[in-house]
């Protein structure tokens, strides 16, 4: 409502997302000047409620954001002891010999951890600085000055109604102001969204591409965990033609994470991403570690997988991208925890320097100069091109060819291909239903595979139910009207919590129903839909999953 009077706060740096990257920066900021006044807004009921990350970290951010991190307690003790790759087949698996992988792809130095419990223990130390810090408050407009730079953002708007009118018990929010507005909501954030669209940042750099993963925590039996193992995987059942794999690290207390990402690139509108997952389950390799065990948690999210081309112009008139929204995951190591702390730590020390000159509402470019030049840029620019390779090719290809090139640029610092291109965007990707048939999927059997359903109740998602439903469609009609018909309507398939249905009844016509309550968050929706109809919105503050340690 554009006429809604709100109040206003005044902060030196509005940081939006506590994640990694936001929590990088508000701790370097007030490292840096204990007098800066930093606020940090989270949508997720508490910090780490919407952390979902694989994740064996490497600490190269953590050590230079935090050096004594261990002596504080960090939750980072389980070092990686096991290093497994393996090509897979439908009964058995080729194990690459560890020797053959590019050196950067070694897992040495690395934890297995929870990005979630990192990120309780992150906002701790923000705290102890001063760091403000505000869960539950979901930041659901950009404000500008008059002359277009960024301002702040509204967060904590409640109580509206279904209809979007202001409902009986309405809070309208407030805006807080800063000087800088950093914005490390993760991948395809929505206020990133708007603003990479308004400044133009996406010029000149590649499309963004991204992977959808699925997690599940399993506690194992004893006799069959082994702490600091780490084990990825390629090929079955996704084959040779689709990207994509799996992840199993066992961290400590007899629990391994059991995650499987899917390139969000596919072709096939028939694919179904949550039950490839679940049918990789059932390879007798897996199939025998999770004998016994017990899933405990469930949770998706997008992955960016772009690489250093798709990195749009992080800075712009007031603000910046930090972490995720940047798109800085390094592919190949299914990394980019590290990157997004590099990130915080460089936006901060940008921000800091130009506060200190009496700057503000300004472009960051020394930002920008870092992360491009810094370590992130150095992590990323050597595997720039096994995502194009993989979506060009095929796996066994971009395999071959991407590991050629990265070891290639280890040993002489230059790529024979170059920086290669994508060509299209995941929505692009997906072809017509008649170029493909369907793909018959084993039932879950309750024991190793569950339904959807069934397993959101393990993601403790909820949402108010009288609210606006935050997936917005551009032209209700397309999902039947031009989906259905030509391409199935995968948005019955391609969401990992059964947020949307094709409800058919006798004697009427076929309709597109959105189950918001279900939504995890995971912003598949606003990637994939082969008709780019679907923007994904945050829902009121607190709304959501509610991941225990993700």
Known sequence: MPDTQREAMEYDVVIVGAGPAGLSAAIRLKQIDAGLNVVILEKGSEVGAHILSGAVLDVSGLNRLIPDWKSRNAPVTVPVKRDN?????????????????????????????????????????????????????????????????????????????????????????????????????????????????????????????????????????????????VTHTMGWPLGWKTGGGSFIYHLDNNQVYVGYIVDLSYRNPYLYPYMEFQRFKHHPMVAELLKGGKRVAYGARVVTKGGYQSIPRPVFPGGALLGCSAGLVNLPRIKGNHNAMHSGIEAAEAAAAAIAAGRGADVLDTYEQALRNGPVGRDLKPVRNVAPMNGRWGVWAGLLLGGFDMWVQTLLRFSPFGTMKHGKNDAQATEPASRHKPIDYPRPDGTLSFDRLTNVAFSFTNHEESQPCHLKLADPDIPIRVNLPEYDEPAQRYCPAGVYEVVREEGKDAKFVINFQNCVHCKTCDIKDPSENITWTTPQGGDGPNYPNM
Not at 146 to 154: C, F, I, N, R
Not at 173 to 189: D, I, N, Q, T, W
């Open 85 to 229: 790759f393996y090509l897979m087949g439908a009964s058995g698996g080729l194990r690459l010999p560890n020797f053959l992988m590019p050196p950067l792809m070694n897992n040495h130095g690395c934890y297995i951890v929870s990005m979630g419990n990192v990120c309780r223990w992150l906002a701790e130390q923000a705290e102890a600085l001063g760091v403000e810090i505000f869960p539950g408050m979901a930041c659901s407009q950009l404000v500008y000055h008059e002359d277009g730079a960024l301002k702040g953002v509204v967060a904590g708007e409640f109580g509206r109604n279904a209809d979007g009118t202001p409902g009986p018990n309405y809070e309208p929010g407030m805006e807080l102001h800063g000087k800088y507005v950093f914005l490390a909501e993760g991948a395809r954030g929505s206020l990133s969204k708007e603003a990479i669209a308004r400044f133009g940042l996406a010029e000149g750099a590649d499309y963004p591409k991204f992977g959808l993963g699925m997690k599940e925590i399993w506690e194992v039996d004893p006799a069959r965990h082994r702490e600091g193992t």
